[in-house]
């Protein structure tokens, strides 16, 4: 098939038209001649915007929103210092996007042809040549409809009006006799995000977020393939093929399904309309897909086709993965457990909470995507949760989770507020639930459906009923209950071969005592609550899905996006960025309880990392100490939708922060830590090894000079997937023998003579150390990956921080060197930099304050 685009402009009154030609024709081939495959052109170029009562059309990016075209068109950046409240008049205005293009006699000619729209955002009407064709009123739905009668063989006109979400939700909601706790924005099915939250900025936009497809087919064509898991055995799965088929009419059709391991094909009659048939088939000896860190997420390429006689009609590809995932929840002495089974395996789920990466372009590059997820790998995590304040993910994101290993915690996209629950908006949310059940349930990383993000949490501990009369309150909470409890899982069952379904997460708030013991939690008395982060080592739930705290990002986005044109951070430019009411003051009052003041603006966006690092170490190693009764840590949050002051390990341009190098030490697959009461030490040696480790634990009391004042090592044997508790009186004489604001504890975990596990315990916050201004000694060598850098020290050198102006990433940092040791880091790059060491620069906590070089007051860690 050879496809020709001839683009020429014809001047019109006011504006230049574009003009797509796609001229398409096949080669004559044998074989091929007999097939009659459906034409699939995508409809992503030439397009053009203009504001509804404006006469001048501008170019456009499909997929794209209008903010991003109008980001295009001006070449501003509404990112970019306090430009936000410049670019909010959008959400109040319609919008046109128009493109124009030629089908040739061969599309003509089809029994069908239908536009395919995978997303638009939000309330639209499509017209073509004129003619309506379609009103849309959710951006997370793909609408498909029959065109061919509307076609010309001349030049076509596709027009779609978009009205501002902002005035239709209004006109909605004035409908309602009852306020909602969020307002209007609970009217409209659509990122719920774009309204502003307390990461991000508000820019409520509109457009065609995700392609437009022609399709052209004879006779019948696969709309679904669907693979269903029906038994899986170490010695074989049983499997079944489900295809969905649109034909035009009666039809005798052969149907197989084939991979690099099966064949099998039977004989189906269609009638008019859809049909689904079905082809049973066996795997012997499966290669199971395993989360990372388990074993090879290894993924099956099934091939569906169709023919009538000798001619191939058409034909899709599917790749899936062969595993059983339940989740347990069930009754047990502490309350209720919540944990995944993974092809029989109990796993403890280590990750983050994800939001989407762009609030302007929710379609980003699939170069980006790579890179976080493969961000994601590198950290140990073997979980995502996609949050539901966002939206459905992309294909690109869930492919890269298949292949990586990643399980996908999929909240329905619903959050913070309570709904309507009349018939046209069930219906709507139905088609929503199917299309996106539809689009995911091939894929092996979906592990849970889950109904909202903190709804039920909200109504009963947030205040929400206060304002309404029981009336109200019991239409609310019916609507709710129609939703989460009836609709939504019904719908999971039937479409999702009976996936887990969660209905609210959290299941309680923490102003429950319940979320504790029962199910998932969301712990937030750390940071909203400001309570100290030693009770992260109190407050451990079942399954801890959501706990966060803030710090600055890198200092490359700093000057990117939050610096005057002399380079100088501006403060009112951060706060612009900062959209938690109390982010500064929180991240002011925990620093001041651990650390000392810092002088500048660079040391406090470093000891702010450090802050949140320490802190959420602290947690997740809690969570694994008390592995099995908690069986997931899963931090808020992985990343930014914009530059931001936030809680991201992940900064917006890609930056890791302190905190996703510390991460991917504490998921590491073995784990060690202890804890310390002030009269007894407590080591802990967690394994997600699914096999038993056998090896040896070593603990070393430093003083921070460089004297091992004790030390003792003990052979260990730890179950698969278990942990083992270590306590020794000689670690604990010494302990209390020694002043600990001059000591640390190093611990190891040897296997074989390989160090599969090491972690540092202070007995103290900083703040309360002594810490010395180290003496280090740096040389470094140009290597195949980039550069190594070797470090040592004569003392403690406490969260050493390397950074240069260069492409690349640091392959540790924020790390601490014990006296007299050695550590190698590789820069990671593709350039070429010369005087490398020379421009690598390098921050120690002792740099922010001299103070640290003698014993100060602290107020609690």
Same mark, same amino acid.
């Given at each position: 098939?050879?496809?020709?685009?001839?683009?020429?402009?014809?001047?019109?009154?006011?504006?230049?038209?574009?003009?797509?030609?796609?001229?398409?024709?096949?080669?004559?081939?044998?074989?091929?001649?007999?097939?009659?495959?459906?034409?699939?052109?995508?409809?992503?170029?030439?397009?053009?915007?203009?504001?509804?009562?404006?006469?001048?059309?501008?170019?456009?990016?499909?997929?794209?929103?209008?903010?991003?075209?109008?980001?295009?068109?001006?070449?501003?950046?509404?990112?970019?210092?306090?430009?936000?409240?410049?670019?909010?008049?959008?959400?109040?205005?319609?919008?046109?996007?128009?493109?124009?293009?030629?089908?040739?006699?061969?599309?003509?000619?089809?029994?069908?042809?239908?536009?395919?729209?995978?997303?638009?955002?939000?309330?639209?009407?499509?017209?073509?040549?004129?003619?309506?064709?379609?009103?849309?009123?959710?951006?997370?739905?793909?609408?498909?409809?029959?065109?061919?009668?509307?076609? !010309?063989?001349?030049?076509?006109?596709?027009? %779609?009006?978009?009205?501002?979400?902002?005035?239709?939700?209004?006109?909605?909601?004035?409908?309602?006799?009852?306020?909602?706790?969020?307002?209007?924005?609970?009217?409209?099915?659509?990122?719920?995000?774009?309204?502003?939250?307390?990461?991000?900025?508000?820019?409520?936009?509109?457009?065609?977020?995700?392609?437009?497809?022609?399709?052209?087919?004879?006779?019948?064509?696969?709309?679904?393939?669907?693979?269903?898991?029906?038994?899986?055995?170490?010695?074989?799965?049983?499997?079944?093929?489900?295809?969905?088929?649109?034909?035009?009419?009666?039809?005798?059709?052969?149907?197989?399904?084939?991979?690099?391991?099966?064949?099998?094909?039977?004989?189906?009659?269609?009638?008019?309309?859809?049909?689904?048939?079905?082809?049973?088939?066996?795997?012997?000896?499966?290669?199971?897909?395993?989360?990372?860190?388990?074993?090879?997420?290894?993924?099956?390429?099934?091939?569906?086709? !169709?023919?009538?006689?000798?001619?191939?009609?058409?034909?899709?590809?599917?790749?899936?993965?062969?595993?059983?995932?339940?989740?347990?929840?069930?009754?047990?002495?502490?309350?209720?457990?919540?944990?995944?089974?993974?092809?029989?395996?109990?796993?403890?789920?280590?990750?983050?909470?994800?939001?989407?990466?762009?609030?302007?372009?929710?379609?980003?590059?699939?170069?980006?995507?790579?890179?976080?997820?493969?961000?994601?790998?590198?950290?140990?995590?073997?979980?995502?949760?996609?949050?539901?304040?966002?939206?459905?993910?992309?294909?690109?994101?869930?492919?890269?989770?298949?292949?990586?290993?990643?399980?996908?915690?999929?909240?329905?996209?619903?959050?913070?507020?309570?709904?309507?629950?009349?018939?046209?908006?069930?219906?709507?949310?139905?088609?929503?639930?199917?299309?996106?059940?539809?689009?995911?349930?091939?894929?092996?990383?979906?592990?849970?459906?889950?109904?909202?993000?903190?709804?039920?949490?909200?109504?009963?501990?947030?205040?929400?009923?206060?304002?309404?009369?029981?009336?109200?309150?019991?239409?609310?909470?019916?609507?709710?209950?129609?939703?989460?409890?009836?609709?939504?899982?019904?719908?999971?069952?039937?479409?999702?071969?009976?996936?887990?379904?969660?209905?609210?997460?959290?299941?309680?708030?923490?102003?429950?005592?319940?979320?504790?013991?029962?199910?998932?939690?969301?712990?937030?008395?750390?940071?909203?609550?400001?309570?100290?982060?030693?009770?992260?080592?109190?407050?451990?739930?079942?399954?801890?899905?959501?706990?966060?705290?803030?710090?600055?990002?890198?200092?490359?986005?700093?000057?990117?996006?939050?610096?005057?044109?002399?380079?100088?951070?501006?403060?009112?430019?951060?706060?612009?960025?900062?959209?938690?009411?109390?982010?500064?003051?929180?991240?002011?009052?925990?620093?001041?309880?651990?650390?000392?003041?810092?002088?500048?603006?660079?040391?406090?966006?470093?000891?702010?990392?450090?802050?949140?690092?320490?802190?959420?170490?602290?947690?997740?190693?809690?969570?694994?100490?008390?592995?099995?009764?908690?069986?997931?840590?899963?931090?808020?949050?992985?990343?930014?939708?914009?530059?931001?002051?936030?809680?991201?390990? !992940?900064?917006?341009?890609?930056?890791?922060?302190?905190?996703?190098?510390?991460?991917?030490?504490?998921?590491?697959?073995?784990?060690?830590?202890?804890?310390?009461?002030?009269?007894?030490?407590?080591?802990?040696?967690?394994?997600?090894?699914?096999?038993?480790?056998?090896?040896?634990?070593?603990?070393?009391?430093?003083?921070?000079?460089?004297?091992?004042?004790?030390? %003792?090592?003990?052979?260990?044997?730890?179950?698969?997937?278990?942990?083992?508790?270590?306590?020794?009186?000689?670690?604990?004489?010494?302990?209390?023998?020694?002043?600990?604001?001059?000591?640390?504890?190093?611990?190891?975990?040897?296997?074989?003579?390989?160090? %599969?596990?090491?972690?540092?315990?202070?007995?103290?916050?900083?703040?309360?150390?002594?810490?010395?201004?180290?003496?280090?000694?740096?040389?470094?060598?140009?290597?195949?990956?980039?550069?190594?850098?070797?470090?040592?020290?004569?003392?403690?050198?406490?969260?050493?921080?390397?950074?240069?102006?260069?492409?690349?990433?640091?392959?540790?940092?924020?790390?601490?060197?014990?006296?007299?040791?050695?550590?190698?880091?590789?820069?990671?790059?593709?350039?070429?930099?010369?005087?490398?060491?020379?421009?690598?620069?390098?921050? !120690?906590?002792?740099?922010?304050?001299?103070?640290?070089?003698?014993?100060?007051?602290?107020?609690?860690?």
């Amino acid at each position: 098939m050879l496809i020709l685009k001839i683009v020429f402009k014809v001047q019109g009154s006011k504006f230049l038209w574009s003009i797509l030609f796609l001229l398409i024709y096949t080669t004559s081939c044998s074989d091929k001649a007999k097939d009659k495959l459906p034409i699939v052109l995508g409809l992503n170029d030439n397009w053009q915007y203009r504001q509804a009562d404006k006469s001048d059309w501008k170019p456009a990016v499909v997929p794209g929103t209008v903010h991003m075209a109008e980001q295009l068109s001006s070449e501003q950046d509404p990112f970019k210092l306090d430009n936000e409240s410049a670019w909010q008049w959008i959400e109040n205005e319609d919008w046109e996007y128009q493109i124009q293009f030629v089908v040739g006699k061969d599309i003509r000619s089809k029994e069908v042809v239908e536009l395919h729209f995978e997303g638009l955002d939000t309330y639209s009407e499509i017209f073509l040549n004129g003619s309506l064709l379609l009103s849309t009123n959710n951006m997370f739905r793909t609408w498909v409809v029959d065109c061919k009668e509307f076609l !010309i063989s001349d030049t076509n006109r596709l027009r %779609i009006y978009f009205h501002s979400p902002v005035q239709r939700a209004k006109e909605l909601y004035a409908e309602l006799d009852y306020e909602l706790p969020e307002g209007s924005r609970a009217m409209t099915r659509k990122a719920a995000f774009q309204y502003g939250w307390d990461f991000g900025p508000r820019f409520v936009t509109s457009g065609i977020w995700r392609p437009v497809i022609l399709k052209a087919w004879d006779k019948a064509t696969i709309t679904d393939l669907h693979i269903i898991q029906n038994e899986v055995l170490h010695e074989n799965a049983t499997l079944t093929a489900v295809f969905e088929i649109e034909s035009t009419g009666e039809l005798d059709v052969d149907v197989s399904i084939s991979s690099a391991e099966i064949f099998t094909n039977d004989s189906f009659h269609l009638e008019e309309g859809t049909n689904e048939c079905r082809l049973n088939f066996e795997i012997e000896n499966p290669n199971l897909w395993w989360p990372n860190g388990l074993g090879e997420a290894f993924l099956y390429h099934f091939k569906g086709k !169709i023919k009538i006689g000798e001619r191939l009609i058409d034909s899709v590809s599917q790749k899936t993965g062969i595993r059983t995932i339940e989740l347990i929840s069930m009754k047990d002495s502490l309350g209720s457990n919540f944990y995944f089974l993974v092809n029989g395996e109990k796993v403890f789920m280590k990750g983050a909470n994800y939001i989407p990466q762009n609030i302007l372009s929710l379609d980003v590059s699939g170069e980006q995507y790579e890179k976080l997820i493969s961000d994601v790998k590198e950290a140990n995590m073997n979980m995502l949760r996609v949050w539901g304040g966002g939206i459905y993910e992309n294909d690109k994101f869930y492919k890269l989770c298949d292949r990586k290993g990643i399980l996908v915690w999929q909240d329905f996209m619903f959050a913070n507020n309570m709904y309507p629950g009349d018939k046209n908006f069930l219906h709507n949310i139905k088609m929503e639930a199917i299309d996106n059940i539809k689009r995911l349930r091939n894929h092996p990383c979906i592990a849970l459906w889950c109904g909202n993000n903190e709804i039920d949490e909200a109504w009963h501990n947030w205040g929400w009923q206060d304002e309404h009369s029981e009336d109200q309150k019991e239409e609310l909470w019916n609507n709710y209950t129609s939703i989460f409890h009836e609709l939504l899982p019904q719908l999971v069952m039937e479409y999702a071969d009976s996936s887990a379904y969660w209905s609210s997460s959290p299941k309680y708030g923490r102003g429950d005592s319940r979320s504790q013991y029962e199910g998932d939690s969301h712990y937030w008395g750390v940071w909203h609550d400001a309570e100290p982060f030693k009770n992260y080592e109190i407050k451990v739930p079942r399954f801890m899905s959501e706990f966060g705290f803030q710090s600055f990002p890198g200092p490359s986005t700093l000057k990117m996006y939050m610096s005057s044109e002399d380079g100088t951070i501006d403060a009112e430019m951060l706060k612009a960025h900062q959209k938690h009411s109390r982010g500064f003051g929180l991240i002011d009052e925990y620093m001041d309880r651990s650390y000392l003041p810092t002088g500048d603006f660079t040391s406090k966006r470093y000891v702010s990392q450090l802050l949140q690092a320490e802190g959420i170490k602290l947690a997740i190693e809690a969570h694994r100490r008390a592995k099995p009764n908690c069986m997931g840590s899963l931090y808020w949050q992985l990343n930014d939708c914009w530059p931001a002051i936030s809680w991201s390990s !992940i900064d917006y341009t890609g930056q890791w922060k302190a905190l996703h190098y510390f991460v991917k030490k504490a998921f590491e697959e073995v784990s060690v830590s202890a804890v310390y009461d002030g009269k007894k030490l407590v080591t802990y040696v967690i394994s997600d090894k699914l096999i038993q480790t056998k090896g040896t634990l070593s603990l070393k009391l430093w003083d921070i000079t460089g004297n091992i004042v004790e030390e %003792i090592s003990a052979e260990i044997e730890i179950s698969g997937n278990g942990f083992i508790r270590h306590h020794d009186e000689v670690i604990n004489k010494a302990l209390l023998k020694y002043d600990l604001r001059w000591h640390v504890l190093e611990m190891m975990v040897e296997e074989g003579g390989v160090l %599969i596990a090491q972690n540092i315990k202070y007995f103290h916050p900083p703040a309360g150390m002594y810490i010395p201004a180290p003496q280090l000694n740096i040389i470094t060598v140009e290597v195949d990956s980039g550069y190594l850098i070797q470090i040592s020290t004569d003392v403690l050198a406490k969260n050493v921080y390397l950074s240069i102006e260069a492409e690349g990433r640091f392959t540790d940092n924020y790390f601490d060197i014990l006296p007299k040791q050695t550590v190698q880091i590789i820069f990671e790059t593709e350039d070429e930099v010369d005087q490398f060491l020379d421009k690598l620069e390098i921050i !120690i906590l002792s740099d922010t304050n001299v103070q640290y070089g003698s014993v100060t007051q602290y107020t609690d860690y």
